[in-house]
């Protein structure tokens, strides 16, 4: 019985690492330029969709200017390779 629940587990581990990798790669063009505009050593493609949301939230907010934005995309960014905030 134990078995079967932790191959279920499995399973469903897969399928969600599988699925936030594809809504990864399937970022269009446009939002990784606009990312890379910011933090041109990002490595979007490791990113998930609710952090990619974090950012081109954080880009697209009428306040700190391009400079204020910058600092503030790359921050989050080294937050979510470091494993701090998962957005």
């Known amino acids: 019985m134990t078995s079967k629940i932790f191959k279920g587990l499995l399973i469903s581990a897969f399928v969600t ?16 330029a606009t990312i890379e505009k910011y933090a041109p ?24 200017g391009f400079s204020g934005k910058k600092d503030q995309v790359q921050a989050l960014i080294r937050n979510f390779e470091n494993g ?3 957005g």
Request: glycine share 0%.
């Open 41 to 64: 050593d990002a490595n979007v493609s490791a990113l998930n969709h609710r952090q990619i949301s974090t950012l081109m939230n954080v880009i697209s907010s009428s306040d700190d």
């Open 17 to 32: 690492v599988s699925a936030t990798n594809a809504m990864a790669s399937n970022t269009s063009a446009a939002t990784v």
């Open 84 to 86: 701090l905030f998962s």
